[in-house]
Every structure is written in C-alpha cells, then in structure tokens.
C-alpha cells in the first residue's frame, strides 16, 4: 500500500537531494493612509502582514532580492566548479515588471545577461529550448513551471513569486529534481513565509507533480489550475498597489532537507551563511544530511563561544536565544529521526509525517518549541 514517492526516488538516485534555503529578515513598509509597519519575515504574522512583508522582500528596489540572487549565484557557481559544469540557475518573477529588474540585477551581479522567457511571447518555448541547450548561467521566467518546461541542468533556483499552490510549488521544484548523473544536487531558494517552509517540508506530498508523470491521463483539472496559476499576476494588481516597499534586509533563516530543518538565522554575506553555499555540488542524500548535520554543530558551537565571549544587546540576546533554543531541539529531533530510519528503513520525511499525524502542528520547520519537544519525546517511545 506503499505509493512511490519523492523520497523513495530519492533513495533510488532518481530525483536530485533538494536543498531549501529560506531567507528571513526585516521589511518595512507604508500603506496607503501613510503609515509605516515592520515585520520580520519567518515570525508569527497576520495573513496581511505576511503578504506586505513578502511582496516587500520580493521587491527588486529593496536590499532583500539583491542579496539572495548574489547568494543564488554563489551557489550555482561552487556547483559548477564542483562538478556540474553546466548547472544552470531560475529565477521565477510573479509578473513582467519584475522580471525584467531581477534580469537587470542578474546581469550587474554577474556580468552576463540572463535570459528573459515572459509568459505572453509568442517566442518563450524557443528561448527555454536555446536556454537549454547553451551554458548560460541564469534564465528569469513569469510563472512558466508546467511539466513542459524541461531543462535538465536547472540546479539551482530562486522562488521570488507569491504564488503558493502546493501544485504549483511542487510543479515548480520538479524543474530542479531530474538526476541525470550520481550525486548531483539541487538547490532552491525562497523567502522563509509559513506557507512556503510548510510545502517545502512536504515534498512528498506532492510527490506526482514534483516527479512528474509524463504519461499520466490528463482529467485536465491539475492543466487548467497550472494554466491559470501562469495566467494570473502578470501584472502588478490593485492590492499591490496600495501600499509602498521600504526595504527588507536579508537573513538565511534555516535550510530544510527531506523534512528535516538545519541551522540557525545568519546574516546574508556571513561566514556562516558561505558554510552552507560552499555545500560540494556532487553529494548523495545521506551526504547531504551527514554535512548539514556537521555545518549546524559548528555553527551552534561557534555562536556559543561568540557569546560568551562578547555578549550581545539584551534585545539581541533573547531573539538568539529563542533560535538556539529551536535549532537544538530540530537538531535532536533530526537525529533522533535517523535513528528510527537506520532500524525502520522508512524515509526521514516520512518519519517527520508520521510524528506530525500523531503530534499534530506544523512542519519541523515552523514548529514552536512545544511541538518539538512533544515529537522528540513521542519518537523516543516508538
């Protein structure tokens, strides 16, 4: 009664080890009354916040989107010099403006022009097949991730839209999952928003449109919502209008793996944050999780020493201590979740739904310190 998922292709070597690294950080903004609101993306918010903090740190104008496609391209680059030569990278815009500044972006970052695939030229299908076929680094597309989009050497991604349908999320993560040689890894990077960390953490889920079926009966019902999720936003509408982006800093709030979550927030440019970029670009899955496991150990390590050696504000204090504090109960839980797999042999993802069906909450990656607690000491029963 077992369906073939996400994980078990992983295990298989079928499908590429996809690594989530989520930015948080502060975006500011004004309404259309004139006043200002902060929010820290990654913390408990109203919907509305959520959406103003996100469309802020999406915005090309502001400090957040710069420094994640700088880090995008660190990545890309260790994973071409680590060998996969070719690796190409995608930006995925929520609509044509922004495209077309995020390209602008990636053209002054890296001194190549990226390639532009907008979803209303008639020519899209023909830039994706030249995209394809060349070693060009980066293409930036508006919403195009249907099955039909087929790149092979895609590796590294950066999900800079607002829509959030798991379809449409899982459709787009099975542009970067297609293993064509052993250890070949993906990496995806988004902004660290509940709905986003939750779908990231469920691959498997998903596991029909994030391996992709190309041969299944099409009942048309998934064609028509993929379609009208491309469609949609192609332009900038009334909501986004109504209020004014000024600025979001950026962080690297955490790296989701399988189900599992590593690490703790860091600031963009960081020594910390280049540990996880440097990643070698040919792992296996278990690799992977020895090495986010190592990297989350220094870094835990490391923040402990810097403090007891310089303590921080007081106001710092607590938000780092409230962050140590999750990433070692996720840093127990992980292996306390091997464990169950080295003697059930069932996939760390499906150990991470299982203890969720039974606990209740959220994903590891946005549950509070009680739920992990509740999962560690459930798990160690089993």
């Given at each position: 009664d077992h369906a073939y998922g996400y994980s078990d292709a992983l295990a298989d070597g079928v499908v590429r080890p996809v690594v989530f690294l989520a930015y948080s950080g502060e975006a500011r903004w004004r309404n259309s009354a004139g006043d200002e609101f902060t929010a820290r993306l990654g913390e408990p918010l109203s919907a509305e916040q959520t959406a103003r903090a996100w469309?802020?740190?999406?915005?090309?104008e502001g400090e957040w989107i710069p420094a994640v496609l700088h880090s995008a391209d660190v990545r890309l680059g260790q994973l071409r010099a680590g060998g996969m030569p070719d690796a190409g990278g995608l930006v995925i815009a929520t609509d044509q403006t922004v495209a077309r500044a995020y390209a602008k972006l990636l053209a002054s970052l890296t001194g190549e022009e990226p390639a532009l695939v907008l979803s209303d030229d008639p020519s899209a299908s023909r830039r994706i097949a030249e995209f394809a076929a060349s070693n060009q680094k980066w293409m930036v597309a508006v919403r195009m991730v249907s099955e039909g989009v087929d790149v092979p050497r895609l590796a590294v991604g950066v999900y800079a839209t607002s829509a959030s349908t798991p379809l449409y999320f899982a459709q787009a993560?099975?542009?970067f999952v297609r293993s064509r040689?052993?250890?070949e890894t993906a990496s995806v990077f988004l902004p660290s928003v509940p709905v986003l960390l939750d779908l990231a953490s469920q691959l498997e889920a998903q596991r029909d449109h994030v391996l992709g079926k190309p041969h299944r009966e099409k009942d048309g019902l998934d064609d028509e919502l993929l379609a009208d999720?491309?469609?949609k936003k192609d332009e900038p509408g009334e909501e986004e209008k109504a209020f004014t982006s000024?600025?979001?800093d950026a962080e690297l709030d955490q790296v989701i793996y399988d189900g599992s979550s590593f690490g703790t927030a860091t600031f963009s440019g960081s020594a910390e944050e280049a540990d996880y970029l440097g990643l070698p670009g040919l792992l296996d899955a278990e690799q992977m999780r020895a090495l986010l496991r190592q990297r989350q150990s220094d870094q835990l390590e490391q923040q402990s020493k810097q403090q007891a050696a310089t303590?921080?504000?007081a106001e710092v204090t607590d938000r780092v201590?409230?962050?140590g504090q999750l990433a070692q109960l996720r840093k127990e839980l992980n292996s306390l979740v091997a464990m169950h797999h080295y003697r059930t042999g069932k996939p760390h993802g499906v150990i991470h739904g299982?203890?969720?069906?039974v606990c209740g909450g959220p994903p590891t990656a946005i549950a509070t310190v009680e739920q992990l607690t509740e999962r560690i000491s459930t798990l160690r029963q089993w």
């Amino acid at each position: 009664d077992h369906a073939y998922g996400y994980s078990d292709a992983l295990a298989d070597g079928v499908v590429r080890p996809v690594v989530f690294l989520a930015y948080s950080g502060e975006a500011r903004w004004r309404n259309s009354a004139g006043d200002e609101f902060t929010a820290r993306l990654g913390e408990p918010l109203s919907a509305e916040q959520t959406a103003r903090a996100w469309r802020t740190a999406l915005d090309p104008e502001g400090e957040w989107i710069p420094a994640v496609l700088h880090s995008a391209d660190v990545r890309l680059g260790q994973l071409r010099a680590g060998g996969m030569p070719d690796a190409g990278g995608l930006v995925i815009a929520t609509d044509q403006t922004v495209a077309r500044a995020y390209a602008k972006l990636l053209a002054s970052l890296t001194g190549e022009e990226p390639a532009l695939v907008l979803s209303d030229d008639p020519s899209a299908s023909r830039r994706i097949a030249e995209f394809a076929a060349s070693n060009q680094k980066w293409m930036v597309a508006v919403r195009m991730v249907s099955e039909g989009v087929d790149v092979p050497r895609l590796a590294v991604g950066v999900y800079a839209t607002s829509a959030s349908t798991p379809l449409y999320f899982a459709q787009a993560i099975g542009r970067f999952v297609r293993s064509r040689r052993k250890g070949e890894t993906a990496s995806v990077f988004l902004p660290s928003v509940p709905v986003l960390l939750d779908l990231a953490s469920q691959l498997e889920a998903q596991r029909d449109h994030v391996l992709g079926k190309p041969h299944r009966e099409k009942d048309g019902l998934d064609d028509e919502l993929l379609a009208d999720a491309n469609r949609k936003k192609d332009e900038p509408g009334e909501e986004e209008k109504a209020f004014t982006s000024l600025g979001a800093d950026a962080e690297l709030d955490q790296v989701i793996y399988d189900g599992s979550s590593f690490g703790t927030a860091t600031f963009s440019g960081s020594a910390e944050e280049a540990d996880y970029l440097g990643l070698p670009g040919l792992l296996d899955a278990e690799q992977m999780r020895a090495l986010l496991r190592q990297r989350q150990s220094d870094q835990l390590e490391q923040q402990s020493k810097q403090q007891a050696a310089t303590p921080p504000p007081a106001e710092v204090t607590d938000r780092v201590a409230a962050a140590g504090q999750l990433a070692q109960l996720r840093k127990e839980l992980n292996s306390l979740v091997a464990m169950h797999h080295y003697r059930t042999g069932k996939p760390h993802g499906v150990i991470h739904g299982e203890l969720r069906r039974v606990c209740g909450g959220p994903p590891t990656a946005i549950a509070t310190v009680e739920q992990l607690t509740e999962r560690i000491s459930t798990l160690r029963q089993w």
